[in-house]
């Protein structure tokens, strides 16, 4: 039986889960000794194919109807039934290690600050940062029934963000992260992919149904949900580190109405790159973010360099600070800001994610947002 979230809670859908085959890796060993705690092991995850179909077209939406359901009333001068933003995909628990430099050398053992675990991974980080910000948010995902999928269920609950999930056998995504003393990282991404997987449809479509955006993680099931978005409905995702190549991303790229991409494995194509996410697919705009350099925009108009916002403070944790940009932009979008203003309270957010520690943990409120 499927029930709809409601505001802060998160609801179940039991999900057929296909068997799972175990890839075993030799690893050379490094520990890591946590002073005054202990965490759990990570796992290096299944490793398999996945099934990548062509980019669909996107429906009329005539399948798609209004819940008779929703309540009547009104949040923020918008109607109860009305979603700003529905998430798709990406949420994780990341296992946080300080450590004294990057790259780590190799030694048996060292002794490090505490390690945490925190909700982390791409979705959740702009499903909340989007909530942070006022906007009414769902995040549909596929979450283990083990302690860290109830970490991630509590932490979105005590935070006003809906989730509609169904259990995988393959259990919830995990990452470790290696963060240095400047704040910079490396992460070990244990993505706990089952080939196949989907999304039930029934778990996301009432969602869809009143969803004003979708963003879509590049979770590998994630990407058949395109199909169900009604033309009216904007979309967009977060490449990430995309090469420009790797076949995993491409469905992502030429789907969504904007495309966020870091420039960080693109060097001198960065443009052509650009260029060629806006010419083969459906992008209204890509955003190129450049860390310290600020970020590139391809609109209709062409391409454009916006400068970086200072830190508000010193760096602490760079982790999240793309989710962030992420979510101020989207912000301003969905309030009909121009392209300037939605760089620059995405630039703002990012540059706050820098300076708090953890990947989620406190994303920038919206007052603070519009008076920096």
Not at 128 to 146: E, F, N, P, Q, W
Not at 150 to 168: F, K, M, P, S
Request: hydrophobic share 40%; charged share 20%.
């Amino acid at each position: 039986m499927l029930v709809l979230p409601l505001p802060g809670r998160t609801v179940p859908y039991d999900a057929r889960n296909s068997s799972l085959g175990r890839h075993k890796c030799l690893l050379r060993r490094t520990q890591i000794f946590g002073v005054g705690c202990c965490s759990p092991s990570v796992g290096f995850g299944d490793v398999a194919a996945s099934y990548r179909p062509d980019p669909a077209p996107r429906p009329s939406g005539a399948d798609v109807t209004p819940d008779d359901d929703d309540d009547d009333g009104v949040v923020a001068g918008r109607p109860l039934d009305v979603l700003d933003v529905l998430v798709v995909g990406g949420a994780g628990v990341d296992t946080t290690v300080y450590v004294p430099e990057l790259p780590l050398p190799y030694a048996d053992t060292y002794t490090v600050p505490p390690v945490v675990d925190r909700i982390g991974n791409t979705g959740a980080g702009v499903a909340l940062g989007c909530r942070a910000l006022g906007l009414r948010v769902t995040l549909v995902d596929l979450i283990g029934d083990d302690p860290q999928g109830a970490l991630i269920r509590d932490h979105l609950a005590a935070r006003g963000v809906d989730l509609a999930y169904a259990v995988t056998a393959a259990g919830t995504r995990r990452s470790v992260l290696l963060v240095g003393p400047d704040g910079r990282r490396t992460s070990l991404f244990d993505p706990r992919a089952t080939p196949g997987e989907r999304l039930p449809r029934d778990l996301y479509l009432p969602a869809l149904r009143t969803a004003r955006h979708v963003h879509v993680s590049i979770t590998d099931f994630s990407r058949h949900v395109y199909a169900d978005v009604p033309a009216e409905t904007t979309t967009s995702t977060d490449l990430h580190d995309w090469d420009g190549e790797a076949e995993h991303h491409r469905d992502f790229a030429l789907s969504s109405d904007i495309v966020f991409l870091s420039a960080a494995r693109l060097g001198e194509r960065r443009e052509t790159v650009m260029r060629s996410i806006a010419e083969r697919g459906r992008a209204s705009l890509v955003v190129c973010t450049d860390g310290a350099a600020g970020c590139h925009v391809l609109a209709p108009g062409g391409l454009r360099h916006f400068p970086a916002v200072p830190l508000p403070a010193p760096v602490a944790d760079t982790n999240g600070a793309g989710d962030a940009f992420v979510s101020g932009f989207l912000y301003g979008r969905l309030d009909g800001r121009p392209l300037e203003e939605c760089v620059r309270l995405g630039a703002v957010a990012g540059a706050h994610a820098c300076t708090v520690p953890g990947t989620h943990e406190d994303p920038i409120r919206l007052d603070a947002l519009l008076s920096t």
